[in-house]
């Protein structure tokens, strides 16, 4: 009996492992599939609504760049902000895309530090990403979506 709970103990562990690498490579293959999207073209702001203010104005006309240095570039033409941008796995388990987190960080204007923050992906297609993010100081939610030029 000693040998069988022994022999169950290593195959449920070993399936254990296997499991959590598998959803690892699903993770990388997701956060692949947007890093490629989000870098092929520019983006628009077609939402931004910050704990139930619309808010979407503050960046119209402005043209979001994601390169591939994880530099992200804002321009209408006559402003140009800088900032950074990545895609990193959440810590928690009950976020959307595979614990994937959608980071932006601006640190001006003041209208794009508002876009600062580790959002989650609601969804992602190659023409439009849709995040999310509830804020733990407010409890307000923040709704953010690009859309591809």
Known sequence: MKKLTF???IFIAILVVSCNEESDDIQDSVKDQIEE???SSSW???KYIDSGDDE???YTGYNFEFAVNNL???SNGVNSYSGTWSITGSNSNDDSQDNLDFNIFFTTPSDFEELSDDWDIISQSSQKIELIDISGGNGG???LTFEKN
């Open 7 to 9: 022999i169950l103990s």
């Open 56 to 58: 979407t104005h503050h």
């Open 37 to 39: 999207n989000v870098q």
């Open 72 to 74: 992200i570039t804002a």
């Open 44 to 46: 628009r702001i077609t």
């Open 141 to 143: 939610t923040d709704y």
